[in-house]
């Protein structure tokens, strides 16, 4: 089986999120993704809404993606998340499929600060995507052979075209009460409902 991982704070998961993983699924001929919401991220600070409500968010947002599984894993373990954990703990759990780690342009191009990132790269592969026109495939290329020539063969780099959207804007969006149309509407209704971003 070929399994896709995504990680992310999700903080509210957003079109972009759900567009980059289907056209994932679709074009590399996933059998499988895990989609799992951190506990702690450690790359930034944060001071965000909760694992659960984050982890209740994504699985709202991935519903209907029927290859999709919403997995709380991390936020199981506390503290911060770091990715060579995951990794190594789901190589366990699925010794014999190919798994594909998958990330945005921001997050490959600082790849390199990760915590053990060679490690990570033993357990799976890294599919990388741009997030923003004005970063191209070929930038991202020229990084993995900056930083990694020698598992080169580790990154996949797509060049799917992105909805240019971050979580950080969709909540400045409902924070200053303006809507969105990058947040699906039962995700909103969670919003709305629990109070979230004001
Ligand atoms: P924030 O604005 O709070 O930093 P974010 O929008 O970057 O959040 P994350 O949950 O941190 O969202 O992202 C999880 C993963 O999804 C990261 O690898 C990120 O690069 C990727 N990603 C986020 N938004 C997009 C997008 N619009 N297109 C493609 N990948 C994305």
Not at 61 to 71: I, M, R, T, Y
């Amino acid at each position: 089986m070929r399994i896709g991982i995504f990680g992310g704070t999700f903080d509210p998961p957003h079109s972009g999120h759900k567009k980059y993983a289907c056209e994932f699924i679709d074009r590399l001929s996933v059998d499988k993704l895990l989609v799992i919401p951190t506990c702690i991220p450690p790359h930034k600070e944060y001071d965000g809404v909760s694992g659960e409500d984050r982890f209740n968010m994504t699985k709202l947002l991935f519903s209907d993606v029927e290859k999709a599984v919403v997995s709380d894993m991390e936020i199981r373990r506390n503290g911060k998340s770091y990715t060579c954990d995951t990794v190594k703990e789901l190589s366990q759990l699925y010794p014999d499929d190919e798994l594909i780690f998958l990330i945005g342009s921001d997050m490959l191009l600082s790849f390199h600060t990760w915590r053990e990132p060679l490690t990570i790269l033993k357990y799976v592969k890294i599919c990388a995507v741009s997030r923003e026109s004005d970063i191209t495939k070929e930038m991202l290329c020229r990084y993995v052979d900056e930083y990694f020539s020698e598992n080169a063969d580790r990154f996949i780099i797509c060049d799917f075209s992105p909805i240019e959207i971050s979580s950080t804007e969709v909540r400045n969006a409902i924070k200053d009460k303006k809507g969105t149309d990058f947040i699906s509407d039962e995700v909103m209704q969670y919003i709305k409902e629990k109070g979230l971003y004001l």
